[in-house]
């Protein structure tokens, strides 16, 4: 998938806070391939994910982290939508919805981004004490 069709699976998910409205399964769903372990973390009502690729750990290790949000505030009265704040569309160049802008479209090109990273660097085999 390219940025704007994961950016568009995104958009299309009214993930208005406190709900993330399958928004992280599906992140999860691009990153796993990858080679990353997924960790959900549900806390106080608010839904979080970590994902680590490369050995568990490791000393020393390397450890990019990109944080996120896939969470949007309320839309206001959808009257005053161009159109409808969940279906992601392409207008004059520019992709709107909600969360276009913050920041679902940037969420998927760092998942694109992590994919052609992927390529370049395979994974490491990790290791998880049978307990953990």
């Known amino acids: 998938m390219t940025v704007l069709e994961k950016a568009r699976a995104l958009i299309a998910r009214p993930s208005v806070t406190p709900d993330d409205a399958g928004c992280l399964d599906l992140i ?3 990153l796993v391939p990858l080679g990353f372990a997924i960790e ?3 806390a106080g009502g608010v839904s979080n994910l970590w994902a680590r690729r490369g050995p568990v750990g490791k000393p020393g290790g390397k ?7 896939t969470d949007v505030v309320p839309t206001g009265p959808l009257e005053q939508w161009t159109s409808p704040p969940f279906e992601p569309t392409v207008r004059d160049g520019y992709l709107y919805g909600r969360g276009a802008a913050d920041m679902k479209s940037s969420i998927a090109a760092c998942v694109v981004a992590m994919e052609g990273w992927q390529v370049a660097v395979p994974p490491v085999p990790t290791f998880r004490w049978p307990c953990c």
């Open 28 to 30: 999860a769903s691009w």
């Open 40 to 42: 959900r973390i549900d």
């Open 63 to 69: 450890l990019i982290c990109f944080a996120g949000h």
